[in-house]
């Protein structure tokens, strides 16, 4: 106990860039729950790892009768954090030969984390052989739960800067991170040790399943959406063990790959701000979607206009969340009317801008629904229910075919707002079609089925003609 105070508190002994690191991590992590507990539980509001970088407007909800007496709260739990990282920060800046004096930039706010970064991948010479030591079996990786730990809570720091404060759902979240839950521990654990691809693969694994129970826990994110994300990620994950592998062997010793791990883990959330700032324009897909079906055009062109309500679906897809539609709705005719296509999560509204009866109906998307209604132990919202997947445009063209019957084909122009483009294409592509054939297998099955019965009646009344 009295070795612990000493390193967090008291300014004297050496301290590497790897040990640097790891406090820094482990005490921002329990920083955060502290305060999480102290906010949510105590106090009534949320409290979100950005907040720290990122302050947002109306965090203190209307059920606080007194905000001053939760921010003080919540200075003085910092206090002894500050005092903490001013300790290791002049510990650090002393091994290294520099002025004490430069500990007043962990204040400022952003410039800060140039220092902090510096601090770590600056190589300490001179340090005493008992305190490399201590740095490599403290707060070197020196054992696989320390490094599920640590390389758990940067991803989840970096994907909640993804996503909750910068709302990209881009590389950076969905290769970056699954690849430095691979290349991390597979570089830094047990420096003395031989570490094999298996060993590594269950590491990452054990870290994406560890990040992925967090994300569950804490409503930041749905079951649906982690199980879609799960394929790219782990095999990114498997590509960055293999790697980290191929670093460890080069790097050579502990420490050196310790630096490795630390720059790369700076690198992260620099690609996510990076990236973020780009604003890329997300690519517009098309899905026509078709079915052929035994009756006229004329009769088909009612019921695509205006369809009578859905059975309930059977697809294993709408029944755990995802959007589904329920009927059609139109209100006027031709172009300019406006069509209202109801799912169970809201409406899209439907411009039209072509109306050529019976042959094609085309309309504009003016407003989407969220696109599903996310699998958690909790109602959440999570920012990519909005505006990443919406589409643009949509139409109905309808073929006479030479026998009488009609090939309805239905098609959307949408995009996603998700990166890598051409994975999340392969769910979205999916997901529009299956939306295409439940609604294109409903105005079959309408159509058929009343011209069926029409038949039945005439069929009858010129048997009962016939009686008379």
Not at 136 to 157: P, Q, R
Request: charged letters at 15%; hydrophobic letters at 50%; proline letters at 6%.
């Amino acid at each position: 106990m009295k070795t612990l105070w000493r390193r967090l508190f008291v300014p004297v002994d050496p301290l590497s860039g790897p040990a640097y690191l790891g406090w820094g991590v482990g005490l921002f992590g329990l920083k955060y729950l502290l305060d999480f507990l102290v906010a949510s539980v105590g106090l009534g509001f949320s409290w979100w790892p950005t907040d720290y970088f990122f302050p947002r407007a109306g965090r203190v909800e209307p059920g606080i009768d007194l905000p001053m007496r939760a921010a003080m709260v919540m200075i003085a739990l910092a206090i002894p954090f500050i005092w903490i990282g001013v300790n290791l920060t002049v510990r650090r800046l002393r091994t290294l030969g520099w002025a004490p004096l430069w500990a007043c930039v962990f204040f400022a706010p952003y410039v800060n984390f140039f220092l902090f970064a510096l601090l770590v991948v600056k190589r300490t010479s001179g340090v005493r052989a008992e305190n490399r030591a201590e740095s490599s079996n403290v707060s070197g990786f020196a054992n696989a739960g320390l490094v599920a730990a640590l390389v758990t809570l940067l991803c989840m720091a970096v994907a909640i800067l993804a996503t909750i404060g910068l709302k990209a759902y881009g590389w950076g979240l969905f290769v970056g991170v699954p690849f430095f839950t691979g290349f991390i521990p597979a570089v830094v654990y047990q420096p003395r040790e031989h570490l094999t691809l298996r060993q590594a693969i269950g590491m990452m694994a054990s870290i994406q399943a560890l990040v992925a129970l967090c994300f569950l826990m804490w409503s930041l994110e749905g079951a649906i959406c982690l199980l879609m994300a799960a394929p790219i990620s782990i095999l990114v994950g498997t590509i960055g063990a293999a790697i980290g592998l191929l670093v460890r062997g080069i790097s050579g010793t502990g420490a050196r790959r310790a630096e490795v791990a630390s720059v790369s883990a700076l690198i992260l959330p620099l690609l996510i701000v990076g990236e973020a700032r780009l604003a890329i324009v997300p690519s517009v897909f098309k899905v026509t979607s078709r079915i052929e079906i035994n009756a006229p055009a004329e009769r088909v062109w009612k019921s695509v206009v205006a369809f009578s309500e859905l059975a309930p679906p059977r697809e294993l897809i709408f029944r755990v969340g995802l959007a589904y539609p329920i009927r059609a709705e139109i209100n006027g005719a031709g172009v300019g009317a406006v069509r209202h296509c109801v799912f169970s999560t809201g409406a899209f509204v439907e411009p039209i801008t072509v109306w050529e009866e019976p042959t094609l109906l085309r309309f504009t998307v003016a407003a989407n629904p969220p696109p599903m209604i996310e699998l958690s132990f909790t109602k959440i919202d999570p920012p990519h229910l909005h505006g990443f997947l919406e589409s643009e445009q949509g139409q109905f063209e309808l073929v006479s075919l030479s026998d009488g019957k009609t090939e309805l084909m239905g098609t959307t122009w949408y995009r996603h707002g998700l990166w890598p483009e051409s994975y999340w294409r392969l769910w979205s592509n999916y997901i529009i079609h299956t939306i295409h054939m439940r609604v294109l297998r409903h105005i079959k099955a309408e159509v058929e089925s009343a011209l069926f019965a029409e038949h039945s009646n005439e069929i009858v009344g010129e048997h009962q003609l016939r009686k008379d």
